[in-house]
């Protein structure tokens, strides 16, 4: 087995041209969302906004767009097909994959609830979706006993699976992973050939030959939909031309830094995802891109 190489020195951003356009800088489309978690959606999005997407499209059920919609002008919306609970639906995956002919990446999985039907789209996905796309959240749970599927996957993915989520994949529990976090992380990325993002305190970036583990972040970011700001920010940073180990770190870095300047200014209490959306220009204006 090859040496396991630690990562501390994060990578960097490309410097903007004076005469470049939103072409330059990558299109993202966000697949997310379902009734009862509209906000999913408008987080993801959020997030790969502010992480310097060029341009964003949200795909989401048909009934909650308009919610979608109004939670930001700046990205474009898609419906999707739905199942009569307002979840995405496997009928789809057609529109999906005609999405994604036309972005440079994708997010897939804030929101999508859980159903026999999206684990079928998310099987049918993976051997046939080509452009690099980081998978969260619900897409994670879709993954639980069909995992082998992802020796099939066409093109690069990230997973961002918090410790429940990476425990179900293994069909372990939550101790079990925390005890072994590098450990497991590098052993599935090296097995299905995938970069994980391990969440949780000191997040494991790894693609099984590489590792970074972050020093960014505290616990008042333990609150619902920051991972889905995180799922946004790092495909923006997979569309601005990051290899997708990069983009991964770098991703998690800015986000727990984000955290970081809220807690300064809010505490850990009352700290919620949106806020991380407000810091994020911050860290970028430091020039730590």
Same mark, same amino acid.
């Given at each position: 087995?090859?040496? =396991? ?5 994060l990578? /960097?951003? #490309?410097? /903007?041209?004076? %005469? ?9 489309? @966000? ?7 509209? +906000? ?17 499209? @949200?795909?989401?059920?048909?009934? $909650?767009?308009p $919610?979608? #919609?109004?939670?930001?002008p ?6 999707? *097909? ?6 995405? *639906? %496997?009928?789809?995956?057609? /529109?999906?994959?005609? =999405? ?5 990446v994708?997010a897939?999985?804030?929101? =999508?609830?859980q ?8 099987? /049918?996905? $993976?051997?046939? =979706? ?27 993915? $990230? ?7 990476f425990?179900?994949?293994?069909? *372990? ?20 050939e ?12 790894? %693609? ?11 616990? +008042? ?27 991964a ?15 300064a200014?809010?505490?850990? @209490? *009352?700290?919620? #995802? ?16």
């Amino acid at each position: 087995m090859a040496t =396991l190489q630690v990562i501390t020195e994060l990578p /960097r951003l #490309a410097r /903007r041209a004076a %005469d470049s356009n939103k072409g330059d800088y990558g299109k993202v489309l @966000v697949v997310a969302g379902s009734r009862g978690m509209s +906000g999913a959606a408008v987080l993801c999005g959020n997030g790969a906004l502010r992480g310097g997407a060029g341009l964003v499209t @949200v795909a989401t059920p048909e009934s $909650i767009l308009p $919610i979608v #919609a109004a939670g930001n002008p700046c990205y474009l919306t898609a419906p999707l *097909s739905q199942d009569e609970e307002g979840r995405i *639906s %496997d009928l789809a995956e057609a /529109r999906i994959l005609e =999405l994604a002919q036309k972005n440079d990446v994708a997010a897939i999985g804030p929101g =999508l609830g859980q159903s026999a039907k999206i684990k079928l789209l998310l099987a /049918r996905l $993976i051997p046939s =979706l080509k452009i690099p796309w980081v998978l969260d959240a619900d897409g994670i749970n879709a993954l639980s006993g069909q995992t082998e599927a992802l020796k099939g996957h066409a093109g690069p993915i $990230i997973l961002t699976p918090h410790p429940g989520e990476f425990a179900r994949l293994l069909k *372990s529990d939550v101790p079990s992973v925390q005890a072994r976090r590098q450990e497991l992380a590098v052993e599935f990325a090296g097995k299905y050939e995938v970069v994980v993002v391990l969440k949780g305190h000191g997040t494991v970036v790894t %693609d099984g030959r590489r590792v970074f583990v972050n020093p960014t972040g505290n616990p +008042g970011m333990a609150t619902g939909g920051t991972g889905d700001v995180l799922t946004g920010l790092i495909a923006a940073l997979l569309g601005q031309g990051l290899e997708p180990f990069a983009a991964a770190q770098l991703g998690v870095y800015l986000h727990g830094l984000a955290g970081d300047l809220a807690q300064a200014e809010l505490g850990q @209490v *009352s700290l919620i #995802a949106s806020d991380l959306l407000t810091y994020l220009p911050h860290i970028f204006r430091q020039g730590l891109q």
